[in-house]
Structures are given as C-alpha cells and as structure tokens.
C-alpha cells in the first residue's frame, strides 16, 4: 500500500465548499446594486485564497476554489456554453423535502465553446496553490439527462445526435483550454449515472421524451468523445451522487444497474462515488472495476450531516471494499461536496473542515 503522488489521492474531496458569511453577503450586497463587481470579485480572492490556505495545512494534496464563485455545481458552467441559456422555469428541482430556487438550461442555439469565464477561475486557483489545483466541471452527460430532451430545440437539433456530437466537440474545446492554462486534475460531476440506478428518476427520464435504458450507453460515448483529445498528463476523474441540496437528496438506488458500463466502458481515470448510507447500496458493483490503474475514491463520510463519523466504522467500509476489489485501487472522501449550490449543507465551516481533516487522517492510517 502506497501513498499516491498523483490524482486522485489517497484522501481528496469532491470539490464544492461551504460559502462564507462575507461572501455570502457581499453577493447579496452585488445582486442589490449596492457594491459593483470588481468589489465582489476581490471578496471572492480573498475567500478563495483563505480556504487553498486550509486545505493544505490540513494535509490535502489538492485544494480546489470551493466553487466559490459559482450560484450554481452545474448551471453556471452550462450557461457559459455558446447556444445555452439560464432562464426562470416555473419550478425548481425537487429534493427530499426542500425545492431549489425556480432556475433551469435550455438549448436555443448551436451548442459550442469560445471561452469561458471559468478558465480564468482556474488560472487564479492555481496561482495560489502550493498543492494539485482540481478544477471541478459538469459533466456532458447530466447537462442532458436532468432537462432532457423537452429542453433542446427541435429546430436547432431535431434529432438528438447532432446535439451529442456538438455538446461532444464543445467539451474538447473546453478540456484542451483548462489544460492549456495548467490544469492536470479535471473532474466531471455527472449525477446521471447515479439518477439511471433509482426506479423514479427512470420514470422522470421517460416523461421528459428519453429512453433511460440507452442513456448510458449514449453518455459513456459523449465523454469518451469529449476526452478523445485528452493529454496523457491530465488526469481526468467523475463524480456521481444522487443529489446534494440543503443536506438533502433527489434518488435512492445502488449502483447495479449501471457500474459494469460505468466502469468499463468511460475512459477516465477515476471515480468519486457515494456509500455513506444505504441510500447508495452495497459496494458489491465494486466486483465490475477492472484491475489495473483506475481508482476508486469511496465516499463513505458525509458531507450532508455535520456528525463526525467513527474511524473504525470507516475503515471496516474500506476493508469491506477489498473484497471486490484491490487496496491500491481505492481512496477516501467525503460522498459530495459541502456546497452543490451556493445556498451549502446544513453543518458549519468547522465541521466541514473536521471532516476533512478525519479523511486525511484515515487515509494516513490506512494507506502510510
């Protein structure tokens, strides 16, 4: 068992951090016109630079900029895109108990990529990191599945493969651009795969004009597409969870139905996958990663409750992991990010950072 030097790392972490109190009410103050943009931006500087600091004094190999700067994991990257507009739906995505804000994606337009605000977000990340910058995107995939194709023109794209190979091309053009301003840690978060392993979220698909048994054949293509290009130094990992808002969740549903495909047939290097509670299922689908050098960062301590969990009961999870598939294969994190949106998990910013300073810990002890 061995420390690793490259990513993912024996402990790491999704990428999304609890929102400040200042920067939450400096954005307040910006969106009532009472301080001008570039008064924000140095607030989110600041804010930026203080939690790269923490990262690394708490031992992480990596430090990302917490999403700061984004209202939105998903939306803020999708609307940046040529051809995709934000725009006021008349209600928000449903989680167990809590709804968010009414705001959604649609397709109006050929889909591309001609720059994005988001690579000089990358650009200031690294310059302030001592440790791997991890630049966290949406994935291809899921900027599909949760609108469907209810929200893709039909006079821009009347059949869904144009739309594919467009959405494709534009995310090679995105990946080569964080890669050229230094990025060698990318991360897609692709909550699709997770929602194709809950019977509801099936339904939802179906409803919304899409075949779900098809769907992850057509996503692991989309991303392989969208990595075709990809450097041999840029290592690319996805995130798949089943929801993440106010410390609440969309599905439920292991990961069967999918991880053969999902392991096998996506060419990246790694996956970030939740198993903090039942919700999520066995880690038997562990049976299908392949030997060799993807690793699997298991998500066994949660970023949605703020109690801190048992380090034996962790490490028993990670053992119970061997059974399926090698230690030198697998790594820890929290199951999600703390922050999918800027509205954050309900526990504070010193619970958050206790619970990653416990997967530095465990890691340590686990791994050396």
Not at 93 to 121: C, L, M, N, W
Request: aromatic share 10%.
């Amino acid at each position: 068992m061995t420390k690793r030097t490259t990513p993912p790392f024996r402990a790491d972490h999704v990428g999304s951090l609890l929102r400040p109190a200042a920067l939450k009410e400096a954005r307040a103050r910006h969106a009532a016109g009472a301080i001008p943009a570039e008064e924000l931006k140095a607030i989110e500087d600041r804010e930026i630079e203080r939690i790269v600091k923490k990262q690394q004094e708490i031992g992480l190999q990596l430090a990302t900029d917490g999403e700061l700067r984004r209202a939105w994991w998903h939306f803020d990257f999708y609307s940046g895109l040529d051809g995709v507009q934000l725009y006021e739906t008349s209600h928000g995505i449903q989680f167990a108990g809590v709804a968010t804000r009414s705001e959604g994606i649609r397709v109006v337009g050929k889909v591309g990529f001609s720059g994005h605000p988001q690579i000089d977000h990358f650009r200031f990340l690294k310059s302030k990191a001592r440790v791997a910058a991890k630049m966290c995107i949406p994935a291809p995939g899921t900027m599909h599945f949760r609108q469907g194709r209810q929200a893709i023109s039909r006079e821009i794209y009347p059949d869904l493969d144009g739309f594919f190979a467009d959405l494709a091309a534009a995310y090679k053009k995105a990946v080569r651009a964080f890669y050229d301003a230094g990025c060698r840690y990318l991360q897609f978060d692709d909550t699709a795969w997770a929602m194709l392993c809950s019977a509801f979220e099936r339904e939802q698909s179906k409803k919304r004009g899409d075949d779900p048994d098809t769907l992850p054949q057509h996503y692991a293509r989309l991303t392989n597409l969208a990595l075709a290009d990809k450097p041999a130094d840029l290592v690319v990992t996805m995130h798949s969870c089943r929801g993440n808002f106010r410390s609440k969740w969309i599905a439920e549903g292991g990961y069967e139905p999918v991880a053969e495909r999902l392991f096998n047939d996506v060419n990246v290097d790694g996956y970030f996958l939740e198993w903090e509670t039942e919700r999520a299922g066995g880690l038997e689908p562990l049976r299908y990663v392949p030997k060799g050098n993807k690793i699997v960062v298991l998500g066994l301590v949660s970023s949605k409750l703020a109690a801190l969990e048992d380090k034996d009961d962790i490490k028993r999870r990670i053992e119970e992991a061997t059974k399926y598939v090698s230690i030198d294969q697998l790594a820890l994190s929290p199951q999600c990010g703390f922050a999918s949106t800027e509205e954050g998990n309900v526990l504070t910013e010193e619970e958050q950072w206790a619970k990653l300073r416990l997967v530095v810990e465990i890691a340590q002890e686990v791994w050396g």
